[in-house]
């Protein structure tokens, strides 16, 4: 095969309309874009979000004051009051056993144990974050944080 061998499949490439070039053609006279109006005319047209004249969409919505962090992490806040109800002594509290109890909806959520509620359990903990209220309860209860945390 060489260079002159070379040519596009059959079929995939279409000859460009020449427009303006006489009746025979088929686009003569007008060149396709009908006969009168704004469209018509060599230059017209409007602009992308022109409605009318009546006040666009951009300009009639507010503006957002601040700006949004896309660097912003989400964490699914559970408290160790929660906790209390759901285990035993010496369960693992971690993403598996956090979705099969119903608290989280995925295992890829993180998730951060706050200090809201009594903790009687001794539990182990492995989530993501444990605030330092948190961790003060579960110590105290027995318990232990492990990594991550």
Same mark, same amino acid.
């Given at each position: 095969?060489?260079? $002159?061998?070379?040519?596009?499949?059959? /079929?995939?490439?279409? +000859?460009?309309? =020449?427009? !303006?070039? #006489?009746?025979?053609? *088929? $686009?003569?006279?007008?060149?396709?874009? /009908?006969?009168?109006? +704004?469209?018509? =005319?060599? !230059?017209? #047209?409007?602009?992308? *979000?022109?409605?009318?004249?009546?006040?666009?969409?951009?300009?009639?919505?507010?503006?957002?004051? !601040?700006?949004?962090?896309?660097?912003?992490?989400?964490?699914?806040?559970?408290?160790?009051?929660?906790?209390?109800?759901?285990?035993?002594?010496?369960?693992?509290?971690?993403?598996?056993?956090?979705?099969?109890?119903?608290?989280?909806?995925?295992?890829?959520?993180?998730?951060?144990?706050?200090?809201?509620?009594?903790?009687?359990?001794?539990?182990?903990?492995?989530?993501?974050?444990?605030?330092?209220?948190?961790?003060?309860?579960?110590?105290?209860?027995?318990?232990?944080?492990?990594?991550?945390?």
């Amino acid at each position: 095969m060489q260079l $002159h061998d070379l040519a596009p499949a059959p /079929g995939s490439t279409k +000859q460009r309309k =020449r427009v !303006g070039r #006489g009746h025979g053609s *088929g $686009h003569g006279k007008t060149s396709g874009r /009908g006969e009168n109006g +704004q469209k018509s =005319r060599a !230059g017209g #047209g409007k602009r992308a *979000g022109f409605e009318g004249g009546q006040n666009p969409l951009a300009m009639r919505l507010p503006y957002k004051p !601040g700006f949004k962090n896309f660097n912003r992490v989400e964490y699914a806040p559970v408290n160790v009051g929660r906790l209390e109800d759901l285990y035993t002594d010496g369960d693992l509290v971690d993403h598996d056993s956090l979705v099969s109890k119903g608290i989280i909806k995925k295992t890829t959520q993180m998730v951060k144990l706050l200090g809201d509620g009594e903790l009687t359990r001794a539990l182990t903990i492995r989530v993501d974050k444990v605030s330092v209220k948190a961790v003060e309860k579960i110590i105290a209860a027995g318990g232990k944080v492990e990594d991550p945390c």
